[in-house]
């Protein structure tokens, strides 16, 4: 099994900062990319960036300058550091990873449970 626990989310006023954190654990050979997607009330699953393993990024345009994706391959982890937030952000956001549990498997997606994030205006 492979498990995705993300934390550091919480209520934010507007133009505040928060890290999200999300860990992968469990039986894992490899990990290809990780990122980050988001649920609003009432709205589809979107995405808001990945990173690979070699660590490119990639982010929705949007997001572009507010929002840093981070990865420590050490650790299994990644981040997302959060800046000028807006009441639009408000969110579930929902850890992602491609994971291979072996050599010869695969690589399978995996989605954390998600964290809420509440940006006050």
């Known amino acids: 099994q492979v498990q995705l626990v993300e934390s550091g989310g919480g209520l934010v006023q507007a133009g505040g900062s928060l890290r999200l954190s999300c860990t992968a654990s469990g039986t894992i050979f490899s990990i290809d990319v990780m990122g980050w997607f988001r649920q609003a009330p009432g709205k589809q699953r979107e995405l808001v960036a990945t990173?690979?393993?070699?660590?490119?990024?990639n982010y929705v345009d949007s997001m572009k300058g507010r929002f840093t994706i981070s990865r420590d391959n050490a650790k299994n982890t990644i981040y997302l550091q959060m800046s000028t937030l807006k009441p639009e952000d408000t969110a579930v956001y929902y850890c992602?990873?491609?994971?291979?549990?072996?050599?010869?498997?695969?690589?399978?997606?995996?989605w954390g449970q998600g964290t809420q994030v509440t940006v006050s205006s």
């Open positions: 990173i690979t393993s070699d660590l490119r990024t």
């Open positions: 992602y990873s491609q994971v291979a549990r072996s050599s010869s498997s695969g690589y399978a997606s995996y």
